[in-house]
């Protein structure tokens, strides 16, 4: 079984459309994390949810909506893409909100936005 | 923030030993340092943690001095399936886990 698993694995769409990235870890962790990965290679942390809580809400376009309908699942929503939105997505997930024994990762949803 | 420097790259032949080395000057007392592993296409991995001295598991060694200032990351006898980016990472306690990822260091195995 997938420890971490994201859907889709591949999204193509057009500019101004409004898109979902699902996320499910069937690790009992606690904590859940959305990071965007840009084309240089850098991983920057979006979101983090422990409990179904918001904890880290970087500096992020307000139209990236998390939601987390239990522990288990962290969906990512974006309104209306824009080019610079093209990245690869990995959702995580950690025992706790600490993150001190390290975080799993999904296999990355790669969004391409034409 | 506590920040990381790593070599942008290295190159290694199979069965040698790999090590890399990280520096994180401004390390506080709580945290942590961890490392991981990203082949193309996939999520980064898990490696090893630690926090002080040295740790060993299956896959690799964690080297830390006393001042904790750096820390050393040493692949054993590496394969041509250890090509990938390692990322050394400094933990930060009271931020809700949340760990900054910098360059990583690409690791390329020639046989």
């Known amino acids: 079984d997938t420890a971490v698993s994201q859907t889709p694995k591949y999204l193509v769409t057009q500019m101004g459309n409004d898109k979902s990235i699902k996320c499910e870890q069937n690790?009992?962790?606690?904590?859940m994390y959305w990071y965007k990965q840009d084309s240089k290679k850098f991983l920057k942390i979006m979101f983090s949810?422990?409990?179904?809580?918001?904890?880290i809400n970087e500096t992020v376009p307000n139209r990236f909506s998390p939601k987390s309908p239990d522990k288990a699942h962290l969906n990512l929503h974006i309104n209306s893409l824009e080019l610079g939105d093209s990245a690869v997505y990995f959702c995580?997930?950690?025992?706790?909100?600490?993150?001190?024994?390290?975080?799993?990762f999904g296999s990355g949803t790669r969004l391409t936005v034409v | 923030l506590a920040k990381t420097t790593q070599p942008i790259s290295m190159d290694s032949y199979e069965g040698q030993e790999v090590n890399i080395t990280c520096s994180h000057n401004?390390?506080?007392?709580?945290?942590?340092i961890t490392w991981y592993q990203q082949f193309p296409s996939q999520g980064p991995r898990f490696i090893i943690q630690?926090?002080?001295t040295k740790v060993t598991n299956e896959v690799a060694s964690l080297f830390i001095p006393a001042d904790r200032k750096s820390s050393t990351l040493s692949l054993p006898r590496v394969s041509l399936s250890d090509t990938a980016v390692y990322y050394c990472?400094?933990?930060?306690?009271?931020?809700?886990?949340?760990?900054?990822f910098g360059q990583g260091t690409e690791l390329s195995v020639k046989p």
């Open positions: 995580a997930s950690s025992q706790d909100n600490r993150g001190r024994y390290g975080y799993t």
């Open positions: 690790l009992g962790h606690d904590t």
């Open positions: 949810y422990n409990n179904k809580e918001l904890i």
């Open positions: 401004n390390i506080a007392t709580n945290d942590y």
């Open positions: 630690g926090y002080k």
């Open positions: 990472l400094v933990g930060e306690e009271n931020q809700g886990g949340k760990l900054i």
